[in-house]
């Protein structure tokens, strides 16, 4: 069965710029998660979906947004990058949501703000 | 909110040590999950242990669970140069994971 992949690998983006991260599950996972990773803060949780709902959300500001599609594909976005963007984002699914059970990470995208 | 975190925040051993390393955190959870970080990749998920078990074994892995101290610990045996890498506890709660800043572990041939 294939892992957890996301698209794309790395990137570099400016100031201001948008950026949106791609994440498939493993085939059967209805649940997926995003985090941010950074030295100084290290792994925080953004958000869960299950079944295209989102149904948790971390403390970041609405810039960070996600979503779900019908084939558990999800997508996070983060509009008007700053400087402190610059992070690994992490995704992972799940066969149930609530994040109880064992998650399976992706590889991450490294993503730079310039 | 709670979190966990990693005590000893880095340790290096040579090969065939062992390596223990704990997790504490803050409040009630359904499960604590341990993972592997290698240089800045993704996660590998370890073990899971619930909130009802105390002691949990996985190949070279033994994992312990005190809901009393809110701690638990992981216990590598028999360490190879291929275990060098983070190791972060995650705690449920909230309906988020909630994860330590992970020990860093070096396995000297």
């Known amino acids: 069965k294939a892992g957890v992949t996301q698209t794309p690998r790395y990137l570099i983006k400016t100031r201001g710029q948008q950026v949106t991260l791609s994440c498939s599950p493993i085939s059967g996972h209805r649940s997926v998660s995003w985090y941010q990773q950074t030295p100084g803060q290290g792994l925080q949780f953004l958000f869960e979906?299950?079944?295209?709902?989102?149904?948790n959300k971390g403390n970041f500001p609405g810039r960070f947004s996600g979503r779900q599609f019908s084939n558990s594909r999800s997508e996070m976005n983060v509009s008007t990058l700053e400087l402190g963007d610059s992070a690994l984002y992490l995704c992972?699914?799940?066969?149930?949501?609530?994040?109880?059970?064992?998650?399976?990470f992706g590889p991450g995208t490294r993503l730079l703000v310039l | 909110s709670q979190q966990g975190e990693e005590d000893p925040q880095a340790l290096s051993i040579q090969e065939g040590e062992n390596a223990t390393m704990n997790c504490s955190y803050k409040?009630?959870?359904?499960?604590l999950q341990w993972y592997r970080q290698n240089s800045g990749r993704g996660l590998v998920h370890l073990i899971l242990i619930r909130s009802n078990e105390r002691e949990k074994h996985s190949g070279r892995l033994r994992v312990t669970l005190d809901t009393s101290k809110k701690s638990s610990s992981l216990l590598i045996t028999a360490s190879r140069a291929a275990d060098t890498a983070s190791y972060l506890c995650a705690t449920d709660g909230n309906n988020r994971l909630a994860f330590g800043k992970g020990n860093q572990v070096v396995v000297i041939p």
């Open positions: 992972a699914s799940s066969l149930v949501a609530g994040l109880q059970e064992t998650q399976y």
């Open positions: 409040t009630s959870i359904n499960n």
């Open positions: 979906y299950f079944s295209e709902t989102q149904r």
